[in-house]
């Protein structure tokens, strides 16, 4: 917990092990979270080396869309709504 500048005790966020996905290559400090991937096996963003499992305590978010989870274990979506 820590005083802001608008003098209010802000709490700290809730941390927990989270899976992420780490770079393989020494030296570089790419990792992104699991659920928010693209890709089954995704490559590193900033060097494109193979990336492996990993775990990291770190902030709770939520990732609500549950389709990018369903394309990366390859279930077919459901169709999207026509616009009227």
């Known amino acids: ?6 003098n209010k005790y802000l709490e700290d966020l809730p941390k927990e092990n989270v899976r992420i996905w780490s770079c393989t290559k020494e030296g570089c400090k790419g990792w ?5 991937a693209f890709e089954h096996e995704p490559k590193c ?3 494109l080396s193979p990336m492996i499992s990993d775990m990291r305590l770190l902030p709770l978010l939520v990732n ?4 990018w ?16």
């Open 64 to 67: 609500s869309n549950d389709e």
């Open 32 to 36: 992104m979270r699991y659920n928010f």
């Open 1 to 6: 917990m820590y005083y802001s500048f608008r």
């Open 69 to 84: 989870e369903a394309l990366r274990k390859s279930i077919p979506m459901k169709p999207a709504k026509p616009i009227a």
């Open 45 to 47: 963003c900033l060097c």
